[in-house]
């Protein structure tokens, strides 16, 4: 069974930083690409940042420069580093796994930044 347990969300004020972790179990963690995702009320669920299998990194523009995904295999982690952070990044962050087609979902984890 598989099972992403997202942690590190919270309360911040903009400008600040926040770490958000994702514990993978049930799953190949060292060859699935892990992503991290977010959707703020009334809004469409959202890519926030990919890493492949090989290490390879994707951002949407709107993180570029301030978010930092990783992972750790040994671990089977994968985190994400938010720095310079806006209202507008508030919303429930979702770690991602996808292996051969398949994706699983963690349960969220909620981020709130005020202004």
């Known amino acids: 069974q598989v099972q992403l347990v997202e942690s590190g969300g919270g309360l911040v004020q903009a400008g600040g930083s926040l770490r958000l972790s994702c514990a993978a179990s049930?799953?190949?963690?060292?060859?699935?690409?892990m992503g991290w995702y977010r959707q703020a009320p009334g809004k469409q669920r959202e890519l926030v940042a990919t890493?492949?299998?090989?290490?390879?990194?994707n951002y949407v523009e709107s993180v570029k420069g301030r978010f930092t995904i990783s992972r750790i295999n040994a671990k089977n982690s994968v985190s994400l580093q938010m720095n310079s952070l806006k209202p507008e990044d508030t919303a429930v962050y979702y770690c991602?796994?996808?292996?051969?087609?398949?994706?699983?979902w963690g349960q969220g984890t909620q981020v709130t930044v005020s202004s």
């Open positions: 991602l796994a996808s292996r051969r087609g398949y994706d699983y």
């Open positions: 049930g799953i190949p963690f060292s060859i699935s690409d």
């Open positions: 890493i492949t299998s090989f290490g390879v990194t």
